[in-house]
């Protein structure tokens, strides 16, 4: 299994691009979230899916959208960059039941916005 | 907001020393998990305890909770250079758009 996959690693965008963070996961899991990572701030939730085409928003969705068409795929889109979402972004996924909510994370994207 | 504080921010310890790493949070837990992220990398999961558990085990690592304390620690024992991560506690307060993360504590071993 490859787990939880995330593309870009890296991007650099200038203010007012868009671009889609692509996000998949091969282990069935119906919870899937993402989080931007700031220093000093640990993990915020940006948006989240308890499954295939059921999204909510978490902390911080401002200028993010997401949509859920597939179990596996849970892709994050920016509408418009600007430089305050310069940030590392992770993706997650859990399966549902069990003891807790263990949570599966990818690698990561680094993006910049200039 | 996060729920979770961890204490200390920073750690920098011996190889084969024990490290401590504490977490505190404000409201009522199911469970409390804790991740490591080493530099550059996604959180990996390390341990879960339950709000009706006191401690945990898990090779090298042991978990306590004090429920009426609002506080979590972990222990790494006999640490090693490999152990040098940032390591983040997660409290679920009830459900999966509940799950929290700290702003984490940096242990750097030095071998």
């Known amino acids: 299994n490859a787990g939880v996959t995330q593309t870009p690693k890296f991007q650099v965008l200038k203010t007012g691009q868009s671009m889609t963070l692509q996000c998949a996961q091969d282990m069935n899991h119906e919870y899937m979230s993402w989080y931007r990572q700031d220093p000093g701030m640990g993990l915020r939730l940006i948006h989240y899916s308890v499954g295939a085409g059921i999204t909510d928003q978490g902390e911080v969705p401002n200028g993010y959208n997401v949509s859920r068409s597939t179990t596996e795929d849970f892709p994050l889109r920016l509408l418009s960059a600007a430089p305050s979402q310069t940030s590392v972004y992770f993706c997650?996924?859990?399966?549902?039941?069990?003891?807790?909510?263990?949570?599966?994370f990818g690698p990561g994207t680094r993006l910049t916005v200039t | 907001s996060q729920q979770g504080e961890e204490d200390p921010q920073a750690l920098s310890i011996q190889e084969g020393e024990n490290a401590t790493m504490n977490c505190s949070y404000k409201?009522?837990?199911?469970?409390l998990q804790w991740y490591r992220q080493n530099s550059g990398r996604g959180l990996v999961h390390l341990i879960l305890?339950?709000?009706?558990?006191r401690e945990k085990h898990s090779g090298r690592l042991r978990v306590t909770l004090d429920t009426s304390k609002k506080s979590s620690s972990l222990l790494i024992t006999a640490s090693r250079a490999a152990d040098t991560a940032s390591y983040f506690c997660a409290t679920d307060s009830g459900g999966y758009q509940k799950v929290t993360f700290g702003t984490g504590t940096k242990l750097q071993v030095i071998p």
């Open positions: 409201t009522s837990i199911n469970n």
């Open positions: 305890i339950r709000s009706n558990e």
């Open positions: 997650a996924s859990s399966a549902r039941g069990g003891q807790g909510y263990e949570q599966y």
